[in-house]
Structure formats: C-alpha cells, structure tokens
C-alpha cells in the first residue's frame, strides 16, 4: 500500500525578501522587495532608465523611474513553491526627450524625423500578475511571473492603454 506524504508549505510570513526584478514591459530591471503577512504579500520594485544624450540632437538623453507597488495573494504553497496572483500599480516619471517610432522616413544619413523627437511622458499602469516562486534553500527564491498592465491617464498610446502582456523573473533572498 502507498501512504504519501503530505508537503510541508514553504513560510515566508514575517520574513523580508530583498533582491531584483525584470519585467519586459514598461517597468524594466530594478530593485525589488517582497514582505508576506500570511497568504498576503507586498511587492515593491524600482527601476531606473538613463540614457545619455549624444553629440547629436538625434540622440536624446533621458533620466526616468519606474516604481510600484503590488498586493500579492498566495493561492497555493508546497515545500518548494508558491502560486501566487496580484495586482498593483506603477508608474514611469522622468524628464529628458525620446525618440517615437518613425512616421516619416528616416533621411538619407539615417537621422529621424526631427518632430519625432518629443519631451518625455510619464505613464501609469494597473496591473494584474501571475507567478510562481521557487525556492533553492531555505531563504532564496526565483519567480517567473506574466503580467497583463493597462495604461490609466493620458492615452498616448492606443496600444497600450488597451492593455499589454509582458514576461517577468526575479530573484529574492528572504531575511
């Protein structure tokens, strides 16, 4: 007769997870924080993008943060991994000039358009997320996460504010 088992679920309550985060989407790479109360969890990031301007006026320099903050919920725990799903908010605010998608042709040396060269606008995002934890050990962890963000505000972008699909991993080693 086979008698299994039951896992022991992985406990991160009271523990604080600092470490990294990427998202292929408008947030970026930056700085991250994880803290869990129980099956509720707060994920704060921060990202940074800075481009340096360049000899040209064709080469646009830019200084923008990207922070956000999340409500997670941990639908299921086993000794090695989280489910976990979440919605938050985020936002890109900055100064400097970016260059749009062309909508003329480019000229013969290759420059853009001048007028589409236009100041930095900052975006805000709600976003839901889906994700999974793993951990190797008994403090460190690796999430993959797929986020679907809509742009709330100025709907500069039609694309985007109808909403956007985007892949995320991070890594967090729990105190």
Known sequence: MFIGSSAAARDVSGHLGIGGNYESGPLG??????Y???????HGFFGLDAVHSGDTAEEPGRLVFKPGVRVLYSMTRTRLANVFVGAGFSGTFGRGKVVLPPIEPLDEQGNPNPNDIVPFRGENFIDV????EMFFGERFAVAGT?????EIG?????RRSLGSGAWGASFHWYL
């Open 129 to 132: 997320v889906i994700g999974v």
């Open 29 to 34: 790479a930056g700085l991250s924080v994880k």
């Open 36 to 42: 869990w109360v129980s099956d509720l969890g707060l």
């Open 154 to 158: 100025d709907a500069g972008n039609a």
């Open 146 to 150: 797929m986020t679907f963000a809509f």
